[in-house]
């Protein structure tokens, strides 16, 4: 079982491979090299250097990978079985519907945590390495070392999912896309300024830490000593989360993506034990 699902999905697996451990390689001589991970320490970046600084400066280019590896890797795992009916070929071979199913997401799923865990270790290796500690580890929590394999796991169990329920591979796809998209615009907006309840100052510096908000009052609305700090003859109210909360916010959201996973995979196990190939 675990050779044929390496040779049905070794071409995926490839793909994936290049791009995330590729990262991974230009991270690390990155770091090695000492190239600066805030461009403005680097006016004019070339190579490596020109490369990284640019993709962080349009960090939004890694927000599609979890999804990617839903659609690409997830989606087609079970609904292209569906519709090449090679199913019924695998449920007639002795082996348990459970155990077939397993042996797929258990090694697929393994290839998934630690190529995202190479990529986002590496990532965070070399920005806290080269100069953008000061920035605050927030700016990358996307890609952070727990919950973006986190992540990566459950938008291939959302897409291994939808591929057990509706059977069609491009369907599935779209599934998987559009449940991963949400989950994460739900994490990232609404769930994650709240984990942990946000500090809110008199000022303007976060000191590392998430900033959230910011509003001004008069110097006369002041309860407690006046800072001395103006924005246009105001106060600067500043809400934000500290620094130091950073990896328990990963733990948070890692715990939740895996929760989130294992509902999926309930599901999934139980509808491929329901079907009717």
């Known amino acids: 079982m675990i050779w044929m699902t390496w040779r049905q999905h070794r071409t ?16 690390v001589t990155a770091t090695l090299t000492g190239v600066a991970a805030v461009p403005a320490r680097s006016p004019n970046p070339s190579g490596i250097g020109g490369l990284l600084q640019y993709l962080e400066q349009i960090n939004e280019i890694f927000l599609p990978l979890p999804a990617l590896i839903g659609m690409f890797l997830g989606a087609p795992l079970l609904a292209a079985e569906y519709e090449h009916r090679t199913v019924r070929y695998a449920w007639t071979q002795g082996v348990s519907r459970g155990h077939w199913l397993s042996t797929k997401l258990l090694v697929l799923g393994s290839a998934v945590v630690l190529l995202a865990a190479a990529f986002s270790a590496t990532h965070m290796w070399w920005f806290t390495t080269n100069g953008a500690p ?68 008199t000022g303007a510096s976060t000191k590392g830490g998430w900033f959230l908000s910011q509003t001004t009052i008069a110097p006369e609305e002041l309860v407690g000593p006046d800072p001395g700090i103006r924005l246009n003859g105001l106060v600067p109210i500043t809400t934000y989360q500290p620094a130091d909360r950073f990896w328990t916010f990963q733990l948070i959201e890692a715990g939740l993506y895996l929760g989130l996973t294992v509902g999926c995979l309930v599901v999934a196990f139980w509808w491929v034990r329901r079907a009717v190939a």
């Open 12 to 27: 995926t697996l490839f793909t994936f491979a290049a791009v995330f451990l590729g990262l991974a390689a230009l991270f």
């Open 134 to 201: 000061y920035e605050g580890a927030f700016r990358i929590f996307n890609q952070g070392p727990l919950s973006f394999p986190a992540a990566c796991l459950f938008a291939f169990v959302v897409g291994v999912t939808a591929g057990a329920v509706l059977r069609k591979t491009v369907a599935a796809m779209g599934l998987a896309i559009v449940g991963t998209w949400a989950v994460s615009i739900v994490c990232v907006n609404w769930l994650r300024p709240n984990y942990l309840t946000p500090i809110t100052v």
